[in-house]
Structure formats: C-alpha cells, structure tokens
C-alpha cells in the first residue's frame, strides 16, 4: 500500500465528515452509551460519545463505513475527548487507553477492508487528539489571571497516553485538531516526538487550528500566521484549519497558510454558521459550492468536514475534487 506522503502528493485526499452529528442520528439511550460493560456505572455517561466505541462498536464501524462509501481516504478516530483531562468529566479516566485502542482497532479494521476492495484507493486512519475542555494559556477565573487549570506536564502526559494506544490500535496517522490554544497543541506534540524517539517509529501528523471568531484569532490570540509559525518547527504532514466556521468564512485564513507554509494544507470547516438552535443548514451542494474556491484558489491538499457534516457533504467533496489537482507542496516531511 502507497504511503499517505506519496498519496498527498498524486490527488486532493479527502477527510470525513463528522462523528457527533452522526452518533446524534441513532438518538441512544443512557442505557445504550452503558452497554454492558457500564451498566452499573455511578454517574450519567450520556454524551460521552466516545465510549460508544466500546459499547456499541457496531455503530462507529457503519458510521465509518458510510463516510467511506461517500469518499474519503481518510477516517478519523471516534476519539476527540478520551484523554483522562477531558474523561474526568465522566469519571472514565481509567478507560482511556481502552477507548482509543478499541477505536483505532475498529476504524482501522473498516479502512483495511476498503483499502482491500480498491488497492488503488488506500484508505488510512487519523487518530483524533482532541484540544481536552482545558486551556494551558489562559485562566478560566477573570479574577485570578495567573491562574492555569492545567500545566504543560499534566497535557503532556495525558496526550501521550492517548497517543500510545492510538498507535497501539494501529492508526496511520496523528491528526491533533480544532486547536484553540497551541500551548495545549505544543504539549500534543511534544509528547507525540516523545513517543516516535521511545518507540523508534516514525508516524505522519496533521496539525488543525480552529479561527473563533470574525477576528480571524484562535481563542489564545493567534493570527493565522503566528499559529503556523508556531508549530512548523515539527515536522508535519500538514496544517489546517478546522471547525468553528463555515467554508467560506474559512477562506481568507487557509490562503494565508498557502502561501506562507511550503507543508500541504488541510481544511475541514463546519457546515456553515449554526443557526439558532446550534444546528447546521447548509446542504451538501451549499458547501460544496464554496469549497470550490479553495480548489480553484489551489490552496488545498486535504478536505473534509466538521460540526454538521454527513456522508453526503463529503461525497459533494470528493465528487469535486476529483476535477482538480492538489496545491504543489515542496515537502512532505
């Protein structure tokens, strides 16, 4: 099977679209998140999506299957919370290694028997390291602003947990995403290099940013630049945007990537604003429309979807990519 390094350079890889608008679909009970395993669990555990990979596997396996029916090479795991940080709001910080090993396994099964059907079409598997729902830069008290909920070694540890049975359960690729304070995603990276120097591996990274707000900053302050100047020094696959904003709003902060990083880009933005009930309106064919300029722009290498996103936005995607190269990348590290 050719590399993700060699695919990157031949076509525009396509992403999955999202999980949590998917897992929404199958409206599961509090009794359906426990399964068997949880049934007699202390605390509600309803909306910890993420152990669903363990108590309904049959579940995240079809809504991976269909993302691969609509297009995509590459899959996300069902893992964006399962460090202990963000998994002590559900008292599970105990089962992080299992969920991320279980969803690696299951994500990575489904790919290989895609990979299998279509040798020409290599299917890989990102293991998602999400932000955790703590920030390294800022304090969560207006009163105290020296305060920090979380240190860089306390983040360090707990994403390096998470990446050790991401690996273990055989993804193809890192992606550390939706990044809001890059003290968080530095600590992401730097135990992931601790983890290639221990093991001796090499694994390709894709790092995302999230822009908040119409002030084109991530939530710690950055510009588009300074969060790229911030994280090239690792060596990536590629860099992106991702989440918080549509497509079209998403614009103007990939093209400053395209043209001051040599690394391939990647973008997958929501499905437009959310409305007023915190849903998204915009149709496969609306966003796909206003993707088109980044391909006509060249400023892409990677796409997909985030919050709002189905099966039918990404096959949108992929069936218009296919009328375009990828933006010329220099390197893939």
């Given at each position: 099977m050719n590399?993700?390094?060699e695919e990157i350079k031949k076509r525009i890889l396509v992403l999955d679209g999202a999980m949590g608008t998917m897992i929404q679909q199958y409206h599961f009970t509090e009794e359906d998140y426990r399964g068997e395993q949880f049934k007699d669990f202390p605390i509600s555990v309803k909306g910890n999506n993420d152990m669903l990979s363990i108590t309904q596997p049959k579940a995240i396996k079809e809504i991976h299957r269909k993302y691969l029916e609509a297009g995509a090479d590459i899959i996300e795991t069902n893992t964006f919370s399962s460090t202990t940080i963000a998994m002590a709001d559900y008292e599970m910080e105990d089962y992080v290694y299992e969920i991320n090993f279980q969803s690696a396994k299951i994500a990575k099964e489904v790919a290989d028997e895609f990979t299998a059907k279509n040798p020409n079409k290599p299917r890989f598997v990102a293991g998602s390291i999400g932000p955790t729902n703590k920030t390294a830069s800022m304090s969560p008290n207006v009163n105290d602003p020296g305060f920090r909920a979380v240190t860089f070694d306390i983040l360090r540890k707990a994403y390096k947990q998470q990446v050790e049975a991401l690996l273990d359960g055989g993804v193809d690729l890192l992606l550390v995403e939706t990044i809001f304070d890059t003290l968080n995603a530095k600590a992401a990276l730097f135990a992931i290099e601790e983890v290639k120097t221990e093991r001796k591996i090499d694994v390709p990274i894709m790092v995302s940013g999230t822009i908040t707000d119409a002030s084109g900053r991530t939530l710690s302050g950055q510009t588009a630049e300074a969060f790229l100047i911030s994280v090239e020094h690792i060596p990536l696959l590629s860099?992106?945007?991702n989440c918080a904003l549509?497509?079209?709003?998403l614009t103007p902060h990939l093209e400053v990537l395209a043209y001051k990083s040599d690394l391939p880009i990647s973008a997958h933005p929501n499905a437009g604003l959310p409305n007023?009930?915190?849903?998204?309106?915009?149709?496969p064919e609306q966003m796909a429309s206003q993707i088109k300029t980044y391909l006509d722009k060249n400023i892409i290498n990677i796409i997909g979807g985030c919050c709002g996103t189905t099966p039918a936005h990404i096959k949108a995607i992929a069936d218009l990519v296919k009328e375009y190269k990828p933006r010329n990348i220099i390197s893939t590290n």
């Open positions: 590399t993700i390094q860099i992106g945007f549509g497509a079209k709003q007023h009930f915190g849903e998204y309106d915009e149709t």
